[in-house]
């Protein structure tokens, strides 16, 4: 079984410690989702996003804070979660697919770029930052 399936899925814990959550890569879905099951709770994103975050984090070229943020909440500028929703970023605004569910960009997308190898990623109580790896 293929780790990241919906049969394999990453195991994964939230920055601070404080929660397990898995993820996995719907390739069923066009295009391919990320989907984040969190106890009882799925969100879904975007494939794409890790990549185009991974991108983002490069070119920031230094630690940037998470800001991990629900939907319905003004996310601090800057941030990981800024970016996962900015009319500026590569996808125009959401990678969040489903509504109502559509934030923690900045709390569950950025553990699974540290299991991809992509990101190193602080683990404090609070106010996490991570940056992008070459």
């Known amino acids: 079984m293929t780790l990241g399936s919906k049969e394999n899925p990453w195991k994964l814990t939230t920055p601070p410690g404080s929660s397990e959550y898995e993820m996995y890569r719907d390739k ?3 295009p391919n989702e ?3 099951q969190v106890g009882s709770t799925k969100l879904v994103y975007m494939w ?5 975050l991974h ?4 070119a920031q070229g230094d630690w940037v ?3 991990a943020a629900d939907e319905g909440k003004v996310p601090a500028p800057g941030t990981v979660e800024a970016f996962g929703r900015a009319k500026s970023n590569p996808v125009g605004g959401w990678y969040g697919l489903r509504k109502g569910y559509r934030g923690r960009f900045g709390m569950y997308l950025p553990p699974l770029l540290e299991e991809l190898g992509l990101a190193e990623l602080t683990h404090d109580a609070r106010n996490n930052k991570m940056r992008g790896l070459k």
């Open 28 to 30: 069923k879905a066009d």
């Open 34 to 36: 990320l989907v984040c």
């Open 48 to 52: 794409r996003a890790i990549d185009d």
């Open 55 to 58: 991108k983002w984090l490069i």
């Open 65 to 67: 804070l998470l800001g």
